[in-house]
C-alpha cells in the first residue's frame, strides 16, 4: 500500500503557530506524524511513499490553490490511499483536513482516510462524518494514540481493498 500523508506545519516538524504561513510542501518520506504511521505500515510491507504539508493559515488564504495541487500531486505519485492527519485536538488543522479529503473524494478515486480528536472539533466532525471517514483519535497527550494510529491503518488496507467498512466504522469512527 502507497500512503500519502497530509499535515499542517506543526505536525510536519517545521514548527509551531509562528510558521503557520509554511506554504504548501512535500517531501518523498514521511515527516513528523506521518513517521508513526509509516513505523506501522513498513510492518505490513507497505510505506509512507510522501508527506504533503501546508501551514493553516497559508491553507486558508490560499485554499483553492492548495487543494488543487494536492489533488493532483496524489494523482501523479498514484497513491493507494491518503490519510488527512493526525489532527488531534488543533481546530485550524482538522478544518483543512477535512476540507483537502472532501476535495480529494469529489476530483479522485483515492481513498481517503482522516483522524481527528472530537476536543475542539465537535461541530466539524458532524459536519463531514457523512462525507468521511473520520478515525476516532485522542487529543494532544491524551491516550489511546497507539490503537487510533493501528486503526487509522487498518481503515486504509480495507477501503485499498475495497472491503465493506460499515462495521469497522460504527466501531471506531464519528
Given at each position: 500500500?502507497?500512503?500519502i500523508?497530509?499535515l499542517?506545519?506543526?505536525?510536519?516538524?517545521?514548527?509551531?503557530?509562528?510558521?503557520?504561513?509554511?506554504?504548501?510542501?512535500?517531501?518523498?518520506l514521511?515527516?513528523?506524524?506521518?513517521?508513526?504511521y509509516?513505523?506501522?505500515?513498513?510492518k505490513?510491507?507497505?510505506?509512507?511513499?510522501?508527506?504533503?504539508?501546508?501551514?493553516?493559515?497559508?491553507?486558508?488564504?490560499?485554499?483553492a490553490?492548495?487543494?488543487?495541487?494536492?489533488t493532483?500531486?496524489?494523482?501523479?505519485?498514484?497513491?493507494?490511499?491518503?490519510?488527512?492527519g493526525?489532527?488531534?485536538?488543533?481546530?485550524?488543522?482538522?478544518?483543512?483536513?477535512?476540507?483537502l479529503?472532501?476535495?480529494?473524494?469529489?476530483?479522485?478515486?483515492?481513498?481517503?482516510?482522516?483522524?481527528?480528536?472530537i476536543?475542539?472539533?465537535?461541530?466539524?466532525?458532524?459536519?463531514?462524518?457523512k462525507?468521511?471517514?473520520?478515525?476516532?483519535?485522542?487529543?494532544?497527550?491524551?491516550?489511546?494514540?497507539?490503537?487510533?494510529?493501528?486503526?487509522?491503518?487498518?481503515?486504509?488496507?480495507?477501503?485499498?481493498?475495497?472491503?465493506?467498512?460499515t462495521?469497522?466504522?460504527?466501531?471506531?469512527?464519528?
Open positions: 500500500m502507497k500512503v500523508v497530509l499542517d506545519q506543526m505536525q510536519a516538524g517545521l514548527g509551531g503557530k509562528e510558521k503557520a504561513n509554511t506554504p504548501l510542501g512535500g517531501k518523498k514521511a515527516m513528523g506524524a506521518a513517521d508513526t509509516d513505523k506501522v505500515l513498513k505490513n510491507g507497505s510505506e509512507v511513499m510522501g508527506t504533503f504539508y501546508c501551514g493553516t493559515d497559508y491553507y486558508q488564504g490560499n485554499k490553490e492548495v487543494q488543487r495541487k494536492v493532483k500531486m496524489c494523482e501523479k505519485m498514484q497513491a493507494d490511499v491518503v490519510i488527512a493526525p489532527t488531534y485536538d488543533y481546530p485550524e488543522f482538522a478544518t483543512m483536513a477535512c476540507e479529503a472532501d476535495q480529494l473524494q469529489k476530483e479522485t478515486a483515492i481513498p481517503v482516510v482522516v483522524s481527528i480528536a476536543e475542539k472539533n465537535q461541530t466539524l466532525i458532524e459536519d463531514y462524518q462525507l468521511l471517514t473520520i478515525v476516532k483519535m485522542p487529543k494532544k497527550g491524551g491516550t489511546g494514540l497507539s490503537d487510533s494510529i493501528d486503526r487509522t491503518i487498518e481503515l486504509c488496507q480495507l477501503k485499498v481493498e475495497q472491503s465493506d467498512i462495521e469497522f466504522v460504527q466501531q471506531y469512527c464519528y
